[in-house]
């Protein structure tokens, strides 16, 4: 069973910056297509990016479109999300999940992580 986990999160200020990285130890996660989620407290979850197997193409949602970047290297079976420019709106658990593709909904995806908090504040 594909075992995915986050790391990165935390506090930051608006307009800052943050690195999520996306693992998966023992696994090759260059065999998969990867997608970032976030979940609000009270909200659905929802689809932020997702990356191709190869790393060719790319999704976004509208609301992150210029401020996140989704990128993976598979040499250390890793997928990354960037995210600058943060905002209060941001603020939400990450997951990273693995076996679908697209941004929604999140069914499509069957493996997923244990999520990482983002907090955007001043």
């Known amino acids: 069973q594909l075992q995915l986990v986050e790391s990165g999160g935390g506090l930051v200020q608006p307009g800052g910056s943050l690195r999520l990285s996306c693992a998966a130890p023992?696994?090759?996660?260059?065999?998969?297509?990867i997608g970032w989620f976030r979940q609000a407290p009270g909200k659905e979850r929802e689809g932020v990016s997702c990356?191709?197997?190869?790393?060719?193409?790319?999704k976004y949602a509208d609301s992150v479109k210029g401020r996140f970047t989704i990128s993976r290297d598979n040499a250390k079976n890793t997928v990354y999300l960037q995210m600058n420019s943060l905002k209060p709106e941001d603020t939400a658990v990450y997951y990273c999940?693995?076996?679908?593709?697209?941004?929604?909904?999140?069914?499509?995806?069957?493996?997923w992580g244990q999520g990482t908090q983002v907090t955007v504040s001043s």
């Open positions: 023992g696994f090759a996660l260059r065999n998969y297509n």
């Open positions: 999940a693995a076996g679908g593709w697209g941004l929604s909904p999140p069914s499509l995806y069957n493996y």
């Open positions: 990356i191709s197997t190869n790393g060719l193409v790319t």
